[in-house]
């Protein structure tokens, strides 16, 4: 059965995950979880949608809910590229070419409406073939980052909710 991580990207992440304060009892596999989240940040299904094999939707939605909110992403982000720096293999050398540098969207021929923000449900999305282990496990961290971030963003810009 195949997963998101691969199982030298769970070895290299295991160092860095939360443990269970045992308060609740023990926490379901974060692998196991943490595939599940990559899933939904992948193809952008709602979570009532995702796959039974990764367990119960709930226990994965409110493990990202807290992890997005007390800011484990964004440390997990942090430690795995500082280990994968140190075993070399981040390349930090940035070459902007003029020519890559998008215009501002009221530059003339801009786009009038936003890009997609997700893939279509159901779209295979190239693995990231031909990086090492934790070249694959930050470009996968990075995306699941950038989705906290936008809908935290999202969250302060919008008003309050009465229920």
């Not at 269970?20 to 979880?33: F, Y």
């Not at 440390?75 to 501002?104: F, M, N, T």
């Not at 980052?145 to 935290?152: G, H, M, S």
Request: charged share 25%; hydrophobic share 40%.
């Amino acid at each position: 059965m195949g997963g998101d991580l691969s199982d030298a990207e769970g070895e290299r992440l295991r160092p860095f995950l939360p443990v269970s304060n045992m308060r609740c009892g023990r926490w379901r596999d974060h692998r196991q979880v943490i595939d599940r989240i990559l899933h939904r940040v992948r193809t952008g299904v709602q979570w009532r949608h995702l796959p039974e094999r990764f367990g119960p939707r709930k226990t994965v939605y409110e493990r990202h809910r807290l992890w997005s909110a007390d800011g484990t992403w964004e440390r997990l982000l942090q430690q795995v590229q500082a280990a994968a720096d140190a075993a070399g293999e981040i390349d930090w050398d940035i070459s902007v070419d003029s020519a890559l540098v998008r215009a501002h969207q009221h530059a003339a021929g801009a786009r009038t409406d936003p890009p997609p923000a997700f893939a279509s449900k159901g779209a295979e999305v190239p693995e990231h073939q031909g990086e090492t282990p934790w070249q694959s496990l930050v470009a996968r961290l990075v995306e699941v980052v950038l989705v906290v971030r936008a809908w935290a963003a999202r969250a302060a810009g919008s008003p309050p909710s009465s229920t």
